[in-house]
């Protein structure tokens, strides 16, 4: 059974700090995805990870996937108040259409 | 192209009540999913569907819970006789016969039981 875990569950950081969330999932997965949701707000998709060593970024965001070692990290790079959120990855239950989340990692960003 | 829409955006029901919720998915997607998120937690997959099949429902609870994707119209996820365990935001989502581009979310259903 394909199980996701993300860490930090939490994160609190400067503004203009980098840092780095991980996402390791137990079995084979063939696809991996990224997710922001604001408070009360629904999932807004970030990234698509479909083969080992892709790299993917947009703004401040970079994200990547090591299908070997079945972990995916997304870096923050000089963060910034807008960044605060929760963010979710997702691995795709191989050979299945299912997604299976991770328990998220909340982000606060402080000025 | 119109998103994910699902309706109502809140519902409330009292104890013992059905509680319907609609999904329509985005044009050319034949691909919805439902998911459940309790407060501060992360999403728990419940069922997966296909126009007029239910392909994947073992994040479903085996009682009260159901849902459909009818050859015509929104898929609809119901709950009867809810109970105050219930609450919580229901996420549907779709996606393309092709699982590269991952799902889109809508806004969500948020059930509150009294």
């Known amino acids: 059974e394909l199980k996701v875990e993300q860490n930090p569950l939490f994160l609190s950081m400067q503004e203009g700090k980098n840092y780095t969330i991980y996402c390791n999932y137990s079995?084979?997965?063939?696809?991996l995805y990224w997710y922001r949701q604001d408070p009360g707000k629904s999932l807004e998709s970030l990234f698509v990870?479909?083969?080992?060593?892709a790299v993917k970024q947009e703004g401040r965001l970079m994200a990547s996937l090591d299908t070997k070692a079945r972990l995916s990290t997304l870096h923050i790079t000089a963060a910034v108040h807008d960044l605060s959120a929760t963010y979710f990855c997702?691995?795709?239950?191989?050979?299945?259409?299912?997604?299976?989340f991770g328990t998220g990692t909340r982000l606060k960003v402080l000025a | 192209n119109a998103g994910v829409m699902q309706n109502p955006r809140h519902l409330v029901r009292r104890r013992g009540q059905e509680a319907r919720l609609r999904c329509s998915p985005m044009?050319?997607?034949?691909?919805v999913y439902w998911y459940r998120q309790l407060p501060e937690e992360g999403l728990k997959f419940m069922v997966y569907?296909?126009?007029?099949?239910?392909?994947?429902e073992s994040g479903m609870p085996k009682e009260r819970f159901s849902a459909e994707f009818p050859k015509e119209g929104p898929s609809i996820l119901r709950i009867q006789q809810v109970v105050r365990g219930d609450s919580a935001a229901y996420f549907c989502?779709?996606?393309?016969?092709?699982?590269?581009?991952?799902?889109?979310f809508g806004p969500g259903t948020r059930l509150t039981v009294l």
């Open positions: 989502a779709s996606s393309p016969p092709d699982s590269g581009v991952g799902q889109f």
């Open positions: 079995t084979t997965s063939d696809r």
């Open positions: 990870l479909l083969s080992n060593g």
């Open positions: 997702a691995a795709g239950d191989s050979g299945t259409y299912k997604y299976i």
């Open positions: 044009k050319g997607h034949s691909h």
């Open positions: 569907l296909q126009k007029e099949n239910i392909i994947d």
